[in-house]
């Protein structure tokens, strides 16, 4: 027991270290061709940040394991808005541009809508709705990118930081990509033998553990950001990251490997996951968002009252 939990752990470590340098090159890369630096943190920070999950839910839905795919996706959302968001609008909640959230959060509640449709309609994740999320994914970038072409150059600060040397940028890609392969493969095969161990279901791991590990990336982003003056790129990364979530982390594993929606418990004689894990992912998305979009700036009682939903959440989990 000893091994695997120690296996675990290295294998967060190689994720959020990865994720780290996966980030520092794409973001210099992405400075070489002179991207606006929204771009780069709706779309390249974002992809960054969510390759853990990307990896661990494939790799789980290639080896049979669905419920660390669908649990690592939905927790991920979860844990991205009501912990990670949480925390640094509780610290420090700022404003923010309602124009730079809108896009990301049409196209969540959208590939959101198309989750429902998944679970609660047909009962399982087709090959066909992967390809439908992997095209709503597309769409995504394709309305980022061409937003941004719109954007002025004048608009966009200059960077005080030396460009990177393009060797050094590749090299960082390339053993970030590495370092979150071999985390992403720690991780999903020494979790299922930690939750086999103590007999607690693969699903509520994925919830919770796995999906806090996996999203350690978004949460060192938003703190930086934040600590930077930057709260507009800190939640637009949050919501960004939860997208990708649903439309890539999900579309991949889904198109891959299609599996039935997991039943670890039930409430009231229903799924769980139908009755207590989407519609709180629905619920504290539009907690985060809607007083942003609305108002224009973020609350510490709305931090608060996410990380008090987040507590509540994974107490119920380890209880059913």
Same mark, same amino acid.
């Given at each position: 027991?000893?091994?695997?939990?120690?296996?675990?752990?290295?294998?967060?470590?190689?994720?959020?270290? !990865? #994720?780290?340098?996966?980030?520092?090159?794409?973001?210099?890369?992405?400075?070489?061709?002179?991207?606006?630096?929204?771009?780069?943190?709706?779309?390249?920070?974002?992809?960054?940040?969510?390759?853990?999950?990307?990896?661990?839910?494939?790799?789980? +839905?290639?080896? $049979?394991?669905?419920?660390? %795919?669908? #649990?690592?996706?939905?927790?991920?959302?979860?844990?991205?808005? %009501? /912990?990670?968001? +949480?925390?640094? &609008?509780?610290?420090?909640?700022?404003?923010?541009? @309602?124009?730079?959230?809108?896009?990301?959060?049409?196209?969540?509640?959208? =590939?959101?809508? &198309?989750?429902?449709?998944?679970?609660?309609?047909?009962?399982?994740?087709?090959?066909?709705?992967?390809?439908?999320?992997? =095209?709503?994914?597309?769409?995504?970038?394709?309305?980022?990118?061409?937003?941004?072409?719109?954007? @002025?150059?004048?608009?966009?600060?200059?960077?005080?930081?030396?460009?990177?040397? /393009?060797?050094?940028?590749?090299?960082?890609?390339?053993? !970030?990509?590495?370092?979150?392969?071999? $985390? %992403?493969?720690?991780?999903?095969?020494?979790?299922?033998?930690?939750?086999?161990?103590?007999?607690?279901?693969?699903?509520?791991?994925?919830?919770?553990?796995?999906?806090?590990?996996?999203?350690?990336?978004?949460?060192?982003?938003?703190?930086?950001?934040?600590?930077?003056?930057?709260?507009?790129?800190?939640? $637009?990364?949050?919501? $960004?990251?939860?997208?990708?979530?649903?439309?890539?982390?999900? #579309?991949?594993?889904?198109?891959? %490997?299609?599996?039935?929606?997991?039943?670890?418990?039930?409430?009231?004689?229903?799924?769980?996951?139908?009755?207590?894990?989407?519609?709180?992912?629905?619920?504290?998305?539009?907690?985060?968002?809607? @007083?942003?979009?609305?108002?224009?700036?973020?609350?510490?009682?709305? #931090?608060?009252?996410?990380?008090?939903?987040? =507590?509540?959440?994974?107490?119920?989990?380890?209880?059913?």
């Amino acid at each position: 027991m000893l091994i695997p939990v120690l296996l675990f752990i290295v294998g967060l470590l190689f994720l959020i270290k !990865g #994720g780290d340098w996966f980030v520092d090159g794409a973001s210099a890369l992405a400075r070489r061709f002179h991207l606006p630096e929204l771009l780069i943190g709706a779309t390249v920070v974002s992809i960054g940040t969510t390759l853990p999950e990307v990896m661990v839910s494939t790799m789980s +839905a290639l080896s $049979g394991h669905g419920e660390i %795919a669908y #649990g690592n996706a939905i927790g991920s959302v979860i844990c991205n808005a %009501a /912990l990670i968001a +949480a925390i640094t &609008i509780a610290v420090r909640p700022g404003r923010v541009d @309602p124009k730079t959230l809108k896009t990301p959060v049409a196209f969540f509640f959208a =590939a959101a809508a &198309i989750y429902c449709i998944a679970a609660y309609v047909f009962g399982r994740f087709t090959r066909v709705m992967g390809i439908i999320m992997l =095209a709503t994914f597309v769409a995504y970038m394709a309305v980022n990118v061409l937003q941004m072409k719109n954007t @002025p150059a004048g608009a966009q600060e200059a960077s005080e930081e030396e460009e990177m040397p /393009l060797a050094k940028t590749l090299i960082l890609l390339v053993l !970030g990509a590495v370092l979150i392969a071999m $985390g %992403a493969n720690l991780l999903v095969d020494n979790g299922t033998l930690i939750a086999q161990a103590l007999g607690v279901p693969e699903s509520v791991i994925a919830l919770t553990f796995v999906a806090l590990g996996t999203s350690l990336p978004e949460l060192v982003t938003a703190i930086t950001s934040l600590i930077k003056g930057h709260s507009d790129l800190s939640l $637009g990364n949050v919501v $960004g990251a939860n997208v990708f979530n649903l439309v890539l982390v999900s #579309g991949v594993s889904v198109a891959l %490997a299609p599996f039935t929606v997991p039943q670890s418990a039930t409430i009231f004689g229903m799924n769980s996951s139908l009755v207590l894990e989407i519609p709180v992912m629905i619920v504290v998305m539009v907690l985060l968002t809607a @007083p942003a979009l609305v108002k224009g700036k973020l609350s510490r009682v709305q #931090g608060v009252a996410l990380l008090v939903i987040y =507590a509540v959440f994974c107490g119920i989990q380890f209880t059913l």
